[in-house]
């Protein structure tokens, strides 16, 4: 792209021709949007590193805190009740899925969107975290098992929110949902033991 100044000296014009290439322009641009880029990135990688952080954080404090119990360490299990560590790093795992799931989601606008999807996010955090203390601390299976269900109902209506805004976020809450099966199973054999 070429660009003609004119410049005028003494009643006279002159016609200077000052050349600017589309390379020189592009390499400007390039610079500032990188460093656009970069702090986009800085933000983002801030951002996902809460929502991991969080929901594993409260979720280790909630095992630590009330995560132990006789009754289901000494109890006679079925090959498919998992072992009290296996549950708890379930629990850890659904966490981690959940916080990415509730970031993808968040870095698609969809909880401004949608806030409903904030709302359910939430509530499955809010039980998951609710069943520990519920079922091992105060011993309340059959309160533990109406939290084990109202979470697997919470957890679809997750998955279909989160679905419509980020289709990967949606598919990330599927296995949370054998989770809470698994976990349902597992206070099932709690009330009935």
């Given amino acids: ?12 014009e002159e016609e200077k021709e000052v050349v600017q290439t589309a390379e020189q322009k592009d390499r400007e641009m390039d610079r500032s949007s990188k460093t656009t880029r970069r702090q986009k990135a800085k933000r983002g990688l801030k951002s996902l590193g809460i929502a991991l952080t969080l929901p594993l954080l409260l979720t280790l404090l909630d095992i630590s805190f009330f995560g132990s119990s006789y009754q289901y360490v000494s109890m006679e299990k079925p090959f ?10 379930a629990c850890l795992g659904s966490a981690f899925l959940m916080g990415l799931s509730a ?3 968040w870095a698609d606008g969809g909880f401004h969107r949608q806030p409903m999807a904030m709302i359910l996010y939430l509530s499955q955090l809010g039980l998951s975290l609710a069943w520990d203390p519920v079922v091992f601390k105060v011993g309340a299976t059959k ?6 269900m109202a979470l697997f109902g919470v957890l679809i209506a997750c998955a279909r ?3 419509s805004v980020n289709p990967i976020a949606g598919d990330l809450v599927k296995p949370c949902l054998g989770w809470a099966v698994i976990l349902s199973l597992a ?7």
Avoid at 80 to 89: D, N, T
């Fill in 103 to 105: 970031w993808l989601v």
């Fill in 1 to 12: 792209m070429e660009l003609k100044h004119r410049i005028t000296k003494g009643g006279q």
């Fill in 80 to 89: 498919w009740i998992p072992r009290l560590w296996a549950l708890h790093l």
């Fill in 161 to 163: 929110a989160f679905k």
């Fill in 187 to 193: 206070n099932l054999k709690l009330v009935y033991h």
């Fill in 143 to 148: 309160i533990g098992l109406v939290l084990c």
